[in-house]
């Protein structure tokens, strides 16, 4: 618990308990720095949230690969080096998934929360805010699902209207009903399973004829209207399943539905497409369809995804949905420290400002969090390196073209380019990724340091 003699008498106001909001609470407390945080639910709750604990996980239960050769690996990496909220409770309330780091997700935000609440530097306010304070230091992390009245708000503080995608929701079903006749639990290449183990998905194997009749009826299958709303794009790491089948036969093959590497592991056979299953809950009990989020109706997504094999019976405990996002022209309106330009007391974080996933979404908030308590302690807000994956994405938000500015995840694409040999040795792909991992790991610790 955090010593309670804060540094300065001024409280910061902190607008969303989701993900940047709450690691955003969290820096400033660690830091002795008085939070008011607001949270609208439960008492308004949004299309896709179902309760009012803290960092509610909406779409997915993974923030996805935990390893140096990836991008988020390395987000991950520092923001444990950098005391998250967010990767603490995530790392508690792990559940296996390969080399995913996939939580479960009730566990996860009741962490969250409780750590929160037991800080008491932090005042909680239920309730919808409609108007943006008028003095003092505000966060804004209210996220894409942002109120209309409040993104009004926004709107008249910015003279920028909305920039919108739209986000849709996998299916979670029980695992019981599954057929493990048909289905088995398997890695792909057994990647990060010891001999004798079972894998951490759960695998529905389909044969040629299957899977084009399946994709028939994905394309063919009746979608929810957007009524209005026609010209606003898919997020691509969050296109749904039956979007990818209109782009071609093939499409859901080599994404979500790829079969290389998993094999079956007891008679060798080779399935031309596979729908891959992983753990939502710590039990098991409840598995989350990877890759299939979808805009279908509630009637269709049962029709057609009783298609696939070992699914024939299979019961939702929830079925997928679709909710638009919402974020600012970030380039145009934040500088490198997340401030506002016109009123640089106000600052933003979260998806809200561009970026695209949980964890990039928590990383904003932590380096929000850290930029406020610099500026209450009467310093200038110090922006990490470039070449780290936080400076990255804060490279994204402040330094793209207003014109080319779409929500994105961390990529090794905003990193500087690694080494490409060792002497006269040609590093392979990994390898290249790990040392740029390296470097930014360095670099953040020279920086934490200073």
């Not at 009012?52 to 997915?60: D, F, R």
């Not at 967010?86 to 009741?110: H, N, S, Y």
Request: aromatic share 8%.
């Amino acid at each position: 618990m955090t010593d309670t003699s804060s540094p300065s008498t001024q409280t910061v106001t902190i607008i969303g308990a989701g993900l940047a909001g709450s690691e955003a609470a969290w820096q400033l407390a660690k830091r002795g720095i008085k939070v008011r945080l607001h949270e609208m639910r439960p008492s308004k709750m949004t299309p896709a949230h179902n309760t009012g604990n803290c960092a509610e996980l909406v779409c997915s239960n993974t923030f996805r690969a935990d390893h140096l050769e990836n991008a988020v690996g390395l987000l991950h990496e520092e923001m444990r080096q950098m005391d998250s909220l967010i990767m603490a409770c995530g790392d508690k309330a792990r559940i296996p998934a390969g080399t995913a780091l996939a939580v479960d997700r009730e566990q996860f935000a009741e962490l969250v929360t409780t750590a929160l609440q037991a800080e008491p530097l932090i005042e909680f306010v239920y309730g919808e805010v409609t108007e943006i304070p008028a003095d003092g230091l505000v966060l804004i992390a209210s996220g894409p699902l942002t109120s209309d009245a409040l993104y009004e708000q926004i709107k008249e503080l910015t003279g920028e209207d909305r920039l919108c995608f739209f986000d849709a929701i996998a299916p979670v079903v029980d695992a019981e009903s599954i057929n493990m006749d048909i289905c088995y639990w398997k890695n792909r290449y057994d990647k990060n399973v010891e001999e004798g183990e079972d894998g951490d998905y759960l695998n529905c194997p389909m044969s040629e004829t299957q899977y084009k009749a399946f994709v028939k009826e994905l394309v063919n299958a009746e979608k929810v209207a957007f009524k209005g709303f026609e010209d606003i794009p898919f997020f691509d790491g969050c296109m749904p399943i039956e979007e990818m089948a209109e782009r071609g036969e093939d499409t859901p093959r080599f994404g979500p539905m790829k079969p290389v590497g998993l094999d079956h592991p007891e008679t060798g056979e080779k399935a031309y497409a596979v729908v891959q299953l992983r753990r939502d809950n710590r039990m098991g009990s409840l598995l989350n369809m990877v890759g299939f989020q979808t805009k279908m109706t509630y009637g269709e997504q049962k029709r057609v995804f009783s298609m696939i094999p070992g699914l024939e019976n299979v019961e939702f405990f929830r079925l997928g949905s679709l909710h638009r996002n919402t974020f600012i022209k970030s380039p145009a309106l934040l500088d490198g420290t997340l401030r506002l330009k016109k009123q640089p007391r106000i600052l933003f974080a979260g998806q809200i400002t561009g970026v695209e996933g949980y964890v990039e979404s928590a990383s904003m908030g932590l380096m929000a969090g850290r930029f406020l308590a610099d500026i209450v302690l009467g310093n200038e807000p110090n922006s990490p390196p470039s070449d780290t994956a936080h400076g990255a994405l804060l490279g994204h938000i402040s330094g793209t073209r207003i014109e080319d500015f779409q929500p994105m995840n961390i990529n090794f694409g905003l990193l500087p380019t690694g080494k490409k040999r060792d002497g006269k040795r040609r590093l392979s792909r990994a390898e290249r990724r790990r040392s740029v991992s390296d470097k930014a790991l360095e670099t953040l610790k020279q920086w934490l340091e200073e």
